[in-house]
């Protein structure tokens, strides 16, 4: 009784059966390869790294044809005139912020392929989670500019009700969910609601950008995690443009970036030319027909450069120089990429270009003046939609601001603000 009650480890070792140590296995559930017997840790592969994957070289020349996506004159026109009508939108904007006519601002300048690129891939019924630095990808599936200025100037046309900072874009018409400005909050989200696509099996995909820097947040191991374990059909789409804020990719990890991280969540990835609209169109393409066909998650890594400053809270000549920005600039552009590509086809010319900047400046401009006229939202709108019925203290809060306000009246330009009725 005794020995038939010993740990089975002691009982193996008092056996002696004789055996040949290489026909071990390994028998541990979380890993699959065989045992070695010798020492040796893995080495990263930051030196040569993983390769870029593009369809045009800086002059827009296709390097190998059979990659050439092939996409008519209507459509390459339409990602050339989208992407520089959000750089007309982005200039205005800015510079509005500078007038001090409204409170902030993000460009998006340098980043124009990885939006295009990637939103003509997908279908119109996947679902984009933003981060902040994508307008293009929302202006691709048309959310009309009276829409964009009024978020930004926060008047009673603004579908948040003015109630976020500008570039806080969403749109449930558009299948855009509203941006959210903590860091990375979009990942694990992203993964919940790829999650609940593929249970309800609606053959339609999830989208989730995200910057380098806001890889390094625990919710993006969250949300990749989970994604993976859950074979969600979902999009990681990094946006790899250099910084966060002053932060350079140095500083950020010492890993080979962030595609190199998809193998260590078993996730198919990928890193691709951010400034060749081109290749991010064709790795989105392929990356978001095998999610929803075999219900996995997919990683790219699109390389560019944020040209402006990361917002306009932000001065980049503290921490960068301008050689580099110019390099950036002038010669790695994916606006002129993609405008040599046309004009190589004979499908824009100079006349094309001189009227079309005319054209989209005064519908940018014409726009901006109707969103600055309109009215700002009631304030009442301040206290609605997080229940359904007003609670006791919200309803203390409320009449304690009209006191306030009817109190310091002179402060408080009412005619300015929608269906004021107090
Ligand atoms: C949780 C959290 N931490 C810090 C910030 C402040 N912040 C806003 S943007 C930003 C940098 C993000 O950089 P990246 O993800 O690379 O995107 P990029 O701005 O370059 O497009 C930081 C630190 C924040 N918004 N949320």
Redesign the pocket.
């Known amino acids: 009784f005794l020995i038939q009650s010993q740990p089975s480890s002691f009982r193996a070792v008092h056996q002696q059966q004789p055996f040949d140590s290489s026909l071990e296995k390994p028998q541990f559930p979380g890993a699959s390869a065989e045992f070695v017997d010798h020492l040796e840790f893995i080495q990263p592969n930051v030196i040569s790294g993983i390769p870029i994957y593009r369809v045009m070289d800086r002059q827009g020349k296709i390097v190998n044809p059979s990659e050439d996506p092939q996409l008519s004159k209507e459509t390459v026109l339409n990602f050339y005139q989208n992407m520089t009508l959000l750089n007309t939108m982005d200039r205005i904007l800015y510079e509005s912020q500078r007038q001090g006519r409204i409170s902030f601002y ?1 460009t998006n300048y340098g ?1 124009e392929g990885t939006h295009l690129g990637s939103a003509a891939a997908l279908d119109p019924h996947d679902l984009v989670f933003g ?3 994508e307008a293009g990808v929302l202006m691709y599936r048309g959310f009309p500019l009276d829409l964009f200025m009024a978020q930004c100037y926060a008047n009673a046309d603004d579908l948040g009700k003015g109630r976020q900072m500008p570039v806080h874009y969403g749109s449930r018409d558009l299948n855009f969910v509203t941006i959210s ?4 909050t979009q990942l694990p989200q992203a993964a919940g609601a790829a999650y609940a696509m593929k249970r309800e099996n609606l053959n339609r995909a999830v989208i989730c950008y ?6 390094s ?1 625990g919710d993006a191991h969250a949300g990749l995690n989970f994604s993976a374990t859950l074979e969600c059909p979902l999009i990681f789409f990094c ?7 002053s ?1 350079p990719t140095s500083e ?1 990890y010492r890993g080979d970036g962030i595609a190199a991280r998809g193998p260590g969540y078993g996730m198919l990835s990928i890193r691709v030319d951010g400034n060749d609209v081109f290749a991010v169109y064709n790795a989105t393409k392929e990356a978001r027909r095998r999610a929803v066909a075999e219900n996995q998650p997919f990683l790219i890594e699109a390389m560019t450069y ?1 040209i402006g400053h ?2 306009t809270s932000d001065d980049s000549s503290a921490y960068r120089s301008v050689d580099e920005v110019n390099y950036w600039d002038k010669q790695d552009h994916p606006i002129s990429r993609l405008r040599h590509y046309m004009t190589a086809r004979g499908w824009w010319s100079e006349d094309d270009e001189r009227s079309w900047r005319k054209q989209s400046r005064k519908t940018v401009m014409e726009a901006f003046e109707r969103a600055e006229k309109r009215l700002k939202p009631n304030p009442e709108l301040l206290f609605t939609d997080v229940y359904q019925e007003m609670t006791p203290n919200l309803d203390k809060q409320r009449e304690s601001l009209w006191r306030h306000v009817q109190q310091y009246k002179e402060h408080y330009p009412l005619d300015l603000y929608d269906k004021y009725q107090h």
């Open positions: 993000m980043e981060q902040y630095r400005s903590p860091l990375a995200f910057g380098e820097g806001a890889a947040e946006r790899n443009n250099g910084y966060a804020i932060t950020q944020r990361h917002s």
